[in-house]
């Protein structure tokens, strides 16, 4: 193990976190701090507080109005059957899980990417929050906890939001680096035990079979690689098990990483920063990768702002981001967030691992997608993305885009180089209306 990377890594766990009480109490006694009105942020994904949220809707006549704050969610949490009485939700990564608030006009989105989420939720910020509620381990080296499978933007508002609730799980894992914290970072602990929410990817069918073998074909030993979520990131990943000295920096740690490493491909030993460390901002994926990540001296969780910061990204030689579209223009430009009239995500972490990508010495910015959706019938390749979708990329941040009919490589191309390139890509059944 490299100690310099160790260290330097250390030495990114946030500085300055207000000394806080740090009492037990029970769940009723620490939502009756939480203030009518109050903007209550809570830890997405594989660390939501699922106790206190569930205490929250049987103490609901606390309050009037309580808005809560989150970004990606797996599952719908306990408020969200409850919506304007008195739950409201800003969604900064809208998924099907927040549908219902959606429908019941409980809900607002706030486009932004995942490296301004914690610029718009601190203090002074465009939707500043209140109180946070996140979930924590029991302690461990040190009488520490660790925030375990939550990191990212969750680790750095804990220093930052006026007021911390955290459920104290022995579900939870113990991961090192930013998502250490003393017991005086949080006002007040409740204990649980529940199991912690889980993502189970689908195996891949033939198709994102075939979309991980070309993208595979993308990545050289010794990439460092960031990937998104769903069944095709984790397709590329699979047909990554021949390479070696892949590295990991991005913002998650799943399944697919547990079998990396125990294939021999993801050592880490040739990443420029952080050599021999698997770092994400989360843990994201089933009980299995919880247990591998739990005390696991090659990985780091860290906060949003080194996960996704783009300067730090931008010093990651071969730095190879994959992630995944709703609909690619023949221009490149990327729609990542809206499906038709549907909002079904945000920009997320995208823009500042694409930026980062560009920036980086031999980087690479990849979109892997399946050519159609709705059977067939709708091609994701488009001539041009529809009035009033949003460009989550665009045209310039996209190197290579991949579907299950091979790669199109776009960067230094001429538009009319980029058509002809994603036509070939398209399927076949759509590739005439491409011009």
């Given at each position: 193990m490299d100690r310099t990377a160790r260290s330097h890594v250390a030495e990114l766990r946030p500085e300055g976190r207000p000394r806080r009480d740090g009492r037990l109490v029970d769940a009723a006694t620490a939502l009756a701090a939480i203030a009518e009105r109050a903007r209550v942020y809570f830890s997405p994904i594989c660390s939501v507080p699922v106790a206190l949220l569930e205490a929250m809707v049987q103490h609901a006549d606390r309050w009037r109005e309580l808005t809560l704050v989150t970004d990606y969610l797996i599952d719908p949490v306990a408020p969200f059957a409850h919506p304007n009485e008195p739950f409201r939700l800003i969604s900064l990564q809208p998924t099907p899980a927040t549908d219902a608030m959606r429908r019941a006009g409980a809900m607002r989105?706030?486009?932004?990417?995942?490296?301004?989420?914690?610029?718009?939720?601190?203090?002074?910020?465009?939707?500043?929050?209140?109180?946070?509620?996140?979930?924590?381990?029991?302690?461990?080296?040190?009488?520490?906890?660790?925030?375990?499978?939550?990191?990212?933007?969750?680790?750095?508002?804990?220093?930052?939001?006026?007021?911390?609730?955290?459920?104290?799980?022995?579900?939870?894992?113990?991961?090192?680096?930013?998502?250490?914290?003393?017991l005086t970072d949080f006002d007040l602990i409740v204990e649980v035990d529940h199991p912690l929410v889980e993502l189970s990817v689908p195996a891949p069918d033939d198709v994102a079979t075939a979309i991980g073998r070309h993208a595979a074909s993308q990545v050289p030993d010794g990439a460092c690689l960031e990937f998104g979520?769903?069944?095709?990131?984790?397709?590329?990943?699979?047909?990554?098990?021949?390479?070696?000295?892949?590295?990991?920096?991005?913002?998650?740690?799943?399944?697919?990483?547990?079998?990396?490493?125990?294939?021999?491909?993801?050592?880490?030993?040739?990443?420029?920063?952080?050599?021999?460390?698997?770092?994400?901002?989360?843990?994201?994926?089933?009980?299995?990768?919880?247990?591998?990540?739990?005390?696991?001296?090659?990985?780091?969780?860290?906060?949003?702002?080194?996960?996704?910061?783009?300067?730090d990204l931008a010093r990651q030689e071969r730095f190879t981001a994959i992630n995944s579209a709703i609909e690619i223009a023949c221009d490149g430009s990327v729609n990542a967030e809206v499906a038709g009239t549907k909002v079904v995500s945000g920009p997320g972490g995208q823009p500042d691992f694409a930026i980062g990508a560009n920036l980086a010495p031999g980087g690479i910015s990849m979109l892997a997608l399946r050519s159609t959706a709705a059977g067939g019938t709708v091609s994701r390749i488009v001539g041009q993305l529809p009035a009033g979708s949003p460009t989550t990329l665009p045209r310039h941040l996209v190197d290579r885009v991949v579907t299950e009919f091979g790669v199109a490589e776009l960067k230094g191309r001429s538009p009319e180089e980029r058509r002809e390139a994603l036509r070939a890509v398209a399927h076949p059944d759509h590739r005439a209306a491409l011009g």
């Open positions: 989105t706030v486009s932004a990417s995942y490296g301004q989420f914690v610029s718009h939720l601190q203090p002074g910020g465009a939707i500043a929050v209140d109180v946070a509620l996140v979930q924590i381990s029991l302690p461990g080296p040190g009488g520490r906890v660790s925030l375990g499978v939550g990191g990212g933007v969750t680790a750095e508002l804990i220093g930052r939001v006026p007021f911390v609730i955290a459920e104290m799980n022995p579900a939870m894992p113990y991961t090192f680096g930013a998502s250490e914290c003393d979520i769903g069944a095709i990131p984790e397709a590329v990943l699979t047909a990554l098990h021949d390479r070696t000295d892949l590295g990991l920096h991005g913002g998650m740690i799943s399944d697919a990483v547990v079998d990396l490493a125990a294939v021999g491909a993801l050592s880490g030993r040739r990443k420029s920063v952080d050599a021999g460390l698997h770092v994400g901002a989360g843990v994201v994926g089933t009980r299995r990768v919880f247990d591998w990540v739990d005390r696991n001296p090659d990985v780091y969780v860290v906060g949003s702002s080194y996960s996704h910061g783009i300067c």
